[in-house]
């Protein structure tokens, strides 16, 4: 009899769906035809042919050349390319900085574990916007010129025109690059034979080598006049908002880490102890492999949120994806609905990709735990 109603209540609950999902294809229709009847009446074209005409302006920072001739559709990979910078560092710093500090929180050391404590419940309770203004507005642009910078050696200049940087020529810059693959991979080959030690040494002698050997290729920043030249330059902009993107991130990868190295049965740790490992080996080979399954989860969150989180440079006129297209190129063409829909598939598609890197990495570490 309950089979014979449920039976009976199908059509019904099918009807339903239909109508529900005619009402919304009638609602997007309608959306769209009234969007391009208004855009008409205002004589505002449609389409992205706006996207080869001359651009007309110009950036601060850009990692391909660019000009005032060139087009929109070439402005907008300059602000990609500058946002996938900036979250790749990000990303990269604020793992770093995160995991070091998680682990310091729970440091016998008294003194460490309050200091990582403080850092964590400080910034990451400070609104993310606050912290770039102060980097950028109270720190970075109150430094001295370029005749008073901050040096470190010979590589390094830091003042309120930015971060000026040694940079490999091109010959150097492959060699190196070269010499890191080759590291790289010697120290890949070295731990699937599981020489973990041996790998690790394999890598930083042949960096170093790399490093050595090209040294005498590298164009170091040198002060001309009344800036430098030379070298690679890192606008304060870009300084201001990595600092500040890394920082607050690694505050709740801190936690993160924390609350994975917590999640650790007890019985591992002092299974660990009595087999004789010393503090290192027991992180890596009973700790760090079961917390990972905890941490990996939420740090894919972390990182998505660094990524869309990069869209407040222009708060501070970073040229960024956000600031350069659905800034500068919006107002100037006035195609909202074109710029501002590449822009969101931008990002939607940054997003999916991290969350599909890291799901992918979660997997596989699933299973090749299961396995063992």
């Not at 710029?339 to 598939?345: N, P």
Request: some cysteine; overall charge positive.
């Amino acid at each position: 009899m309950r089979r014979r109603s449920a039976d009976g209540h199908a059509p019904a609950a099918f009807l339903w769906q239909a109508l529900i999902l005619i009402a919304v294809l009638a609602g997007g229709a309608a959306l769209v035809f009234n969007t391009l009847d208004n855009l008409a009446a205002r004589g505002i074209s449609s389409g992205f042919g706006f996207l080869d005409d001359a651009a007309g302006f110009g950036v601060t920072m850009s990692l391909i050349p660019f000009d005032e001739t060139a087009s929109f559709a070439r402005a907008f990979v300059v602000g990609l390319l500058n946002t996938l910078l900036v979250s790749v560092l990000g990303v990269a710093l604020a793992t770093v900085l995160g995991v070091a500090v998680g682990l310091a929180r729970l440091s016998p050391n008294w003194l460490l574990a309050r200091i990582a404590g403080a850092y964590v419940e400080t910034l990451r309770n400070i609104p993310l916007l606050l912290q770039i203004f102060f980097w950028y507005f109270a720190v970075l642009r109150t430094l001295p010129a370029p005749r008073g910078s901050y040096a470190l050696g010979e590589v390094a200049f830091l003042n309120n025109r930015g971060l000026y940087l040694a940079w490999p020529e091109a010959a150097a810059g492959w060699a190196l690059a070269i010499g890191l693959c080759a590291a790289v991979a010697v120290a890949w080959s070295l731990r699937r034979g599981r020489r973990g030690p041996a790998a690790g040494a394999a890598l930083v002698t042949l960096a170093a080598l790399g490093w050595v050997f090209s040294a005498a290729a590298w164009e170091r920043p040198q002060l001309a006049g009344f800036n430098f030249t030379g070298g690679v330059t890192l606008i304060p902009e870009f300084v201001a908002l990595v600092v500040a993107l890394s920082t607050y991130t690694a505050a709740f990868i801190a936690e993160i880490v924390r609350a994975g190295v917590q999640a650790v049965p007890k019985g591992q740790v002092e299974a660990a102890d009595a087999l004789g490992l010393n503090p290192a080996q027991k992180l890596r080979f009973v700790i760090a492999p079961q917390a990972l399954r905890v941490i990996v989860p939420p740090l894919t969150s972390q990182y998505l949120n660094l990524t869309k989180n990069s869209s407040l440079a222009a708060a501070i006129a970073y040229p960024d994806l956000v600031s350069v297209f659905a800034g500068t190129v919006l107002n100037i063409t006035g195609q909202a609905i074109e710029v501002i829909a590449i822009t969101m598939a931008v990002y939607l598609s940054i997003s999916l990709g991290i969350a599909a890197l890291m799901g992918g990495y979660n997997r596989a570490f699933a299973l090749r735990g299961a396995a063992s």
